[in-house]
C-alpha cells in the first residue's frame, strides 16, 4: 500500500509512525508546505491518557516525548490578587521539540519526509491511500467541502496566542479588569523560561482598549502592562525565529459529515477542532492517527471498509470531546459576567465548565457539595501540599505503569 500524508504535524507524522510500524513493507510518504524547522504556536498540554497511549503504541517516541516535557503540578485562578488554587496535574511540551521527535522517529522507521511542496487535490497524488492532515484551513477537503459536510462556527470571543519567558509553575488562568471590560489568559510552562500564554477578552474589550488598531509592539506592550504582576515584569512575545507574528483571532469550531471520499480520509483539525480551553487538540489529533493506522492494517477488510472503521470509531469519540469544548468555549463568551462573583464561586464553576457551559447558575451553587468542600479545603496550606502529595504518588504510578 502506498500512503501519501499531505501536512507533517503532529497528527499527520504520527499517522505515518503507525503506518510503518504496522506494515514495514508499506510506501509512506509525508508532504508539508513549510520549509523543515518550521512551526507555529508554542507550547502543547496533554495528560496521563495520551501519555499511556502514546506508550503503548510505540514507546521509544513515548519515553522521548516524557523526557523533554515539563510536569505542572497544580492549577489556580488569579482575579487581580485573588489566587485561588484548584488541584491536578498535567504535562507539555514545546511544539517544535514534539516535532523534532516525531520527525526522527519516521525517518528511523522508513518514513519520506518532502518539505516545501504544497498538495492542493487529491487527484495530483499518485498513491492508494491520500490523508488531509493539512489543518482547519485543509486545501484538500475545502475542495470536496459538500461531500464532506463541513460546517464552521466561530466563536464570539477574541484571542491571541502568544508567549512569555515567564515560568508558569502551575496552568495559570489570570484575569484583569481593564476601563474596556476583563481581560484573561490561559497560562502554562512548557520549557525552562519559556511559558504559553493565551489571552482571551470580548471581542467589544479588544476593540475598546484599541488592540484591534495598535501594532504589533504596542499591542504586545499594552498586555504585558495589563499582566504586569503576573509576569513579574517578563515581555510577551509574539512570534519566535521563523515564525509569523501572532494576530487577533476568533476560534473556529469545525465539523463535518463525512470523514472520508474514496481515497481521501480527513485526520485531526482538517476533520475537527476543539476549543483550546479544555487542551484536547492534540489528543484527539493523536487518537486520530492511531485509530486510522490500526484500521488500515485491520485484518479482512478493504480500504472502504478500513476508512469506515475508522470514521465509525472516532467521530462519537470526537463528537463527545466538542460538546465539552462548546460548553467551555460558552463558559468563557460570559466571562465578564463571571467574574462580579467571588473568586472562590468562580473558580468552582470554572472546574465546571465543561458540563455547564454559560449556564452555569452561580446563585445555584452548592457550598456543601463535596466538590465544593474539596476547593475550599485546597487554600489551605497544609491541606494542599497533602492534595500535592496524593497527585505526586499517582504521578508515581503512571510512570510506573509505563515502564
Known amino acids: 500500500m502506498r500512503i501519501t500524508c499531505v501536512g507533517g504535524g503532529p497528527a499527520g507524522l504520527y499517522f505515518a509512525m503507525v503506518a510503518k510500524l504496522r506494515d514495514p513493507a508499506r510506501e509512506v510518504v ?23 497511549a502514546l506508550h503503548r503504541v510505540d514507546a521509544p517516541s513515548a519515553r522521548e516525548i516524557t523526557a523533554r516535557s515539563v510536569t505542572w503540578t497544580g492549577q489556580q485562578l488569579r482575579m ?46 499518485d498513491a492508494d491511500v491520500v490523508v488531509a492532515a493539512d489543518g482547519h484551513m485543509s486545501a484538500l477537503r475545502s475542495r470536496r467541502a459538500e461531500v464532506f459536510g463541513t ?7 477574541a484571542y491571541i496566542w502568544l508567549g512569555t519567558s515567564k515560568e508558569f509553575k502551575d496552568f495559570t488562568f489570570g484575569c484583569e479588569p481593564t476601563d474596556a471590560g476583563w ?20 471581542d467589544a474589550t479588544r476593540r475598546g482598549l484599541g488592540l484591534d488598531a495598535l501594532d504589533d509592539s504596542a499591542g504586545l506592550e499594552m498586555l504585558a502592562d495589563v499582566f504586569r504582576r503576573h509576569l513579574d515584569g517578563a515581555p510577551l512575545r509574539g512570534r519566535r525565529p521563523g515564525q ?35 487542551g484536547s487538540g492534540t489528543r484527539l489529533a493523536l487518537e486520530d492517527a492511531i485509530a486510522l493506522g490500526n484500521a488500515l492494517s485491520a485484518p479482512g477488510l478493504d480500504l472502504a471498509g478500513a476508512l469506515r472503521r475508522y470514521a465509525d470509531e472516532r467521530r462519537p469519540e470526537v463528537a463527545r470531546w466538542q460538546a465539552e469544548a462548546a460548553a467551555s468555549a460558552s463558559w468563557f463568551e460570559s466571562m465578564d459576567e ?8 468562580v473558580a468552582h464553576a470554572l472546574l465546571r465548565r465543561r458540563h455547564t457551559g454559560a449556564g452555569a447558575a452561580f446563585a445555584d451553587i ?38
Open 30 to 52: 509525508v508532504v508539508e508546505r513549510n520549509p523543515p524547522g518550521t512551526t507555529y504556536g508554542w507550547g502543547v498540554v496533554y495528560w496521563d491518557s495520551l501519555r499511556h
Open 183 to 202: 481581560l484573561w489568559y490561559h497560562g502554562y510552562q512548557f520549557a525552562k523560561n519559556a511559558s504559553t500564554v493565551i489571552v482571551e477578552c470580548a
Open 80 to 125: 487581580g490578587e485573588r489566587v485561588v488554587h484548584l488541584g491536578g496535574y498535567g504535562y507539555s511540551i514545546e511544539r517544535r521539540q514534539l516535532l523534532d521527535v516525531l520527525q526522527a522517529r519516521a525517518r528511523q522507521l522508513g518514513v519520506q519526509m518532502r518539505f516545501e511542496e504544497t498538495v492542493d487535490d487529491a487527484a495530483d497524488v
Open 244 to 278: 509569523h507574528p501572532a494576530r487577533w483571532s476568533h476560534f473556529p469550531t469545525l465539523t463535518n459529515e463525512r470523514w472520508y471520499d474514496d481515497r481521501l480520509v480527513l485526520l485531526g483539525d482538517a476533520a475537527h477542532t476543539a476549543h483550546y480551553s479544555i
Open 366 to 403: 452548592d457550598r456543601s457539595a463535596w466538590d465544593y468542600r474539596l476547593l475550599h479545603a485546597t487554600q489551605n496550606p497544609a491541606l494542599r501540599q497533602a492534595r500535592w502529595l496524593v497527585g505526586a504518588a499517582r504521578r508515581r504510578r503512571a510512570a510506573a505503569r509505563l515502564r
Open 151 to 157: 460546517s464552521i462556527r466561530t466563536g464570539a470571543n
Open 338 to 345: 463571571h467574574l462580579t462573583h467571588g473568586s472562590m464561586d
